[in-house]
């Protein structure tokens, strides 16, 4: 126990050393998605449907080249599916929270090249025909990647969130003939670091 509660007191100091090393820096991100949901394709033919997010960042970098960046966006994804020989649209609309751990390499000039990966979390806050109301589930969480390049203040990325959570409820499953579901998000960004 005692053992134990040293290797905590050893990791408070080592994480508050490492804190106030950082340097903290905030933003704004906005960008285009490209999105689709797993599973409708086993039934229905389908595409991809265009969208966008917008929001704060934040990144914290320390002197080993590595950064925490979390992020806060609203972001509008969805499908097109065809029904009766026509393409229709569902979006859904999330408040998302991704938080990536990533690295920077020195490109040299000012120029980096950065990678990230980590978790995300996402409330569903609307769309079209009340979907969190009847077929989508409101909370989503899966993995987020990024990679890019990052000049002064600017930051350029394409990435991708791989939902991990089924996203039609259970009601909705007993009636349609539709497989496990989750989110898919190509997107591209550009952020500003003040």
């Known amino acids: 126990m005692k053992q134990l509660f040293k290797l905590s007191i050893a990791c408070a100091f080592l994480s508050v050393a490492l804190v106030s090393q950082a340097q903290v820096k905030y933003g704004v991100k906005g960008g285009l998605n490209v999105s689709t949901l797993s599973g409708y394709a086993d039934v229905v033919d389908t595409k991809q449907k265009p969208g966008f997010h917008v929001g704060v960042v934040s990144q914290v970098n320390f002197p080993s080249r590595v950064f925490i960046q979390p992020e806060l ?112 998000n190509l997107k591209v960004s550009l952020a500003y670091l003040f």
């Open 73 to 184: 966006l609203f972001s509008k994804e969805g499908i097109k599916a065809k029904w009766f020989r026509k393409y229709t649209s569902r979006s859904l609309n999330y408040l998302q929270l991704p938080v990536y751990i990533g690295y920077k390499i020195d490109a040299g000039w000012g120029l980096n090249i950065i990678a990230g990966a980590g978790p995300y979390l996402a409330c569903g806050v609307g769309g079209t025909d009340k979907p969190f109301k009847d077929i989508y589930r409101r909370f989503d969480a899966g993995l987020s990647g990024m990679g890019g390049i990052q000049f002064e203040g600017f930051q350029l990325t394409l990435g991708y969130d791989l939902g991990l959570c089924d996203q039609h409820k259970s009601a909705f499953k007993r009636v349609t003939p539709y497989s496990r579901t989750a989110n898919r």
